[in-house]
């Protein structure tokens, strides 16, 4: 046996409840051959101890059954372990320099209007005096460039990092900027997994207070890669009020919380239509959200109607969050969600 057959072995050995692999995501640190011991050293980011337990037991059932392969030995450093666990185990913690907090937005499902929600909260969080970021980390549907109506190119410094483009105040990255209009995004798993990285690690942020990540819906692969990368205070789940969406956000806000990860709320997007003769028509079942977020005791941080005029300021690239809170109902909304985000992390 060679560490290069070990690793091979060990890409059987999948993270507790995703699909991919320890090797795959970076948690084999080193594989030493001795004669008659094999030697595995892992390290996990999490504070459920039951991870690393399924791991280490997962690795002896491979390695353990190789033949002419002598004792095992599997060494787990955990970190961030579970005596830390809660929002003041991550508060303050960042992995790319210069950025004070790093904020998700997601959803269980498509469809829910998440992008529009992590915009729209960008630009309150900017409006209120704060230097944001956003990073597009939905690599197979960005949609940044035109919410932000950018049609430029990023080019690199002297470091060969990527620069961020600026609109509206918001230092903007987006796979969306880097294709041409009509050309999709065909990558398997750990080339997205490259690209997610590239755009934590290798974007020239510069000091930033809140770092926005928009992420891909679902529970998959990306989502555990942003965990993995870098230290998340928080996420904000996004959903619309029908049960069928409230499934998908109950499978995200499960999936976030194995991987520690503090909820810091639920959005209910799509709240309402509220016609011109101010009768409110609840298109999607009423209070699907509220209800949810008293079931899984997380804060409700927000109900955000159906707007015309929010859909077609988001296709021209002016979120209505540039808007004041007296100018418009829905810019209201957005900018009482950016102060409820500022209370749950503070910078300070």
Not at 55 to 82: M, R, T
Not at 237 to 255: C, F, G, N
Not at 259 to 283: H, Q, R, S, T
Not at 300 to 315: E, F, K, N, W, Y
Request: aromatic share 6%.
């Amino acid at each position: 046996m060679n560490p290069e057959s070990i690793r091979e072995a060990l890409r059987q050995v999948r993270y507790p409840g995703f699909s991919r692999d320890i090797i795959s995501f970076g948690l084999v640190k080193d594989v030493i051959c001795d004669p008659g011991l094999t030697t595995v050293r892992i390290e996990v980011q999490t504070r459920d101890p039951q991870i690393p337990e399924k791991i280490f037991q997962d690795c002896h059932a491979i390695l353990d059954s190789l033949p002419d392969i002598g004792s095992v030995k599997v060494e787990i450093s955990v970190k961030d372990a579970p005596a830390a666990a809660g929002l003041a185990g991550t508060v303050g913690k960042s992995s790319i320099p210069g950025v004070k907090r790093i904020i998700a937005v997601a959803s269980g499902k498509g469809g829910v209007g998440k992008s529009t929600i992590a915009s729209n909260l960008a630009v309150a969080l900017a409006a209120s005096g704060a230097n944001v970021g956003l990073c597009d980390c939905d690599l197979y549907g960005p949609s940044m460039a035109q919410m932000f109506g950018v049609n430029e190119r990023p080019h690199a410094n002297e470091q060969d990092e990527i620069i961020p483009l600026e609109a509206h105040g918001i230092k903007l990255m987006s796979m969306s900027f880097l294709l041409e209009d009509r050309s999709p995004v065909i990558v398997r798993g750990p080339m997205a997994t490259r690209y997610t990285q590239q755009f934590l690690r290798q974007v020239a942020w510069g000091n930033l207070d809140y770092l926005i990540l928009d992420l891909p819906p679902g529970t998959g692969d990306i989502q555990l890669t942003i965990v993995q990368t870098v230290s998340v205070d928080g996420v904000i789940i996004v959903t619309t009020p029908q049960e069928v969406a409230l499934i998908d956000a109950r499978k995200a806000v499960s999936m976030f919380a194995k991987v520690n990860v503090p909820i810091l709320g639920i959005v209910e997007n799509m709240a309402w239509f509220e016609c011109d003769a101010g009768k409110k028509y609840f298109i999607f079942g009423e209070g699907g959200g509220v209800r949810e977020a008293e079931i899984l005791n997380v804060p409700l941080l927000g109900r955000i109607p159906i707007d015309m005029a929010t859909r077609q300021r988001g296709d021209a690239g002016t979120p209505t969050a540039l808007l004041t809170s007296s100018e418009n109902n829905v810019a209201a909304a957005f900018h009482q969600l950016a102060a409820q985000t500022k209370a749950a992390v503070p910078l300070a």
